[in-house]
Nanobody, 126 residues
Framework: VQLQASGGGLVQAGGSLRLSCSAS????????LGWFRQAPGKEREIVAA????????HYADSVKGRFTISRDNAKSMVYLQMNSLKPEDTAVYYC????????????????????WGQGTLVTVSS
């Protein structure tokens, strides 16, 4: 599957952005999905993940209550709605897909994702 992330940009603290990730190739619904981010000098970290079914989600503690992950299997899209953005949210954001038979799995480990998008830069100014 090929992933294409978009929607990043420059926003003031307290603002919102919606990231989108489109997929092409194999049937989208066979993948658990995740959004990750990597700030300069830091390791890539999980932001949010969603199961194949879309029912199970997971969020990093730093974004709980502010970010929402969702997916539309019919459109082969996964989204990350980011509200109340903070300067510490500044990073390159990546979408990723993990092929799995488990429709309830949320995958949190970077190394277990099979496919990655190219990343989209989010910059939050103070």
């Amino acid at each position: 599957v090929q992933l294409q992330a978009s929607g990043g940009g420059l926003v003031q603290a307290g603002g919102s952005l919606r990231l989108s990730c489109s997929a092409s190739g194999r049937t989208f619904s066979v993948y658990a999905l995740g959004w990750f981010r990597q700030a300069p000098g830091k390791e890539r970290e999980i932001v949010a993940a969603i199961s194949r079914s879309g029912v199970i989600t997971h969020y990093a503690d730093s974004v709980k209550g502010r970010f929402t992950i969702s997916r539309d299997n019919a459109k082969s899209m996964v989204y990350l709605q980011m509200n109340s953005l903070k300067p510490e949210d500044t990073a390159v954001y990546y979408c990723a897909a993990d092929q799995t038979d488990n429709i309830w799995l949320v995958e949190l480990q970077v190394a277990l994702y099979d496919y990655w998008g190219q990343g989209t830069l989010v910059t939050v100014s103070s």
